[in-house]
């Protein structure tokens, strides 16, 4: 079974500061990666995909993501934290050796600070 | 508008009353898969199908069943609950198989006593 680690369970920042969110995965065969957002009471929403095409994944809101197979992370940033950003983020993870199957971070919580 | 439907949102049960909660999607998805959330531990896959009549077992698929005899319709059956299945559970869809998840419910929250 793949593995996803997030690390942070909370993260605070101030509203227009730099959102860093790390997430690192343990497998030795690039896997396609993958940052969902859950507000309160809601199913997940994708933000971006990575499936081996750039390293360099824009998303939605003005998030991004960079894959970094040396490091085996793909952080997810946004450079100015809008007080709208706060939320729950998972980072998550398909099974290189089956597609169907995707495996999710502990998950990160979003404070913005005003 | 594109939706996944989860009923019910909220149950409380007793322990061995079978259960079942239904999940609808209206995209013609070919793929869905099912999530139990717990605090800290993030979502984690029960089962998914690639089609009519194909399913698969996910990560955490011991005390649950599932069928797709409808495209549109993936249910999950508890056939005797326990409290260690209480929790927060996702219906989730995509166009094809291999695919991530696309669209999820919002959600059937699950108290076993």
């Known amino acids: 079974a793949q593995s996803v680690t997030q690390l942070g369970s909370h993260v605070s920042v101030s509203e227009g500061a730099l959102v860093l969110l790390r997430c690192n995965y343990s497998?030795?065969?690039?896997?396609?990666l993958f940052w969902y957002v859950q507000y309160p009471n809601q199913g997940l929403q994708l933000l971006l995909k990575?499936?081996?095409?750039?390293?360099l994944v824009k998303g939605i809101n003005g998030f991004e993501a960079e894959f970094k197979k040396s490091e085996t992370s793909f952080h997810l940033t946004k450079p100015s934290a809008h007080m709208s950003d706060a939320a729950e983020y998972f980072c998550a993870v398909s099974d290189p050796g089956n597609f169907n199957k995707f495996y999710f971070g502990s998950g990160t919580k979003l404070n913005v600070k005003p | 508008e594109a939706q996944v439907t989860q009923n019910p949102r909220y149950l409380i049960t007793v322990t061995g009353k079978k259960l079942t909660v239904t999940c609808s999607q209206n995209?013609?998805?070919?793929?869905m898969s099912w999530y139990r959330q717990d605090p800290g531990l993030g979502l984690r896959q029960i089962y998914y199908?690639?089609?009519?009549?194909?399913?698969d077992k996910g990560d955490v698929p011991e005390g649950y069943k599932v069928s797709r005899k409808e495209k549109r319709n993936f249910p999950l059956i508890l056939e005797s609950p326990s409290p260690n299945q209480t929790s927060l559970y996702f219906c989730?869809?995509?166009?094809?198989?291999?695919?991530?998840?696309?669209?999820f419910g919002d959600g059937t929250r699950l108290s076993i006593l």
């Open positions: 497998s030795s065969v690039p896997p396609y």
């Open positions: 990575y499936t081996s095409a750039a390293t």
């Open positions: 995209m013609n998805h070919e793929y």
């Open positions: 989730a869809s995509s166009l094809e198989s291999g695919n991530q998840p696309q669209h």
């Open positions: 199908s690639m089609n009519v009549e194909v399913t």
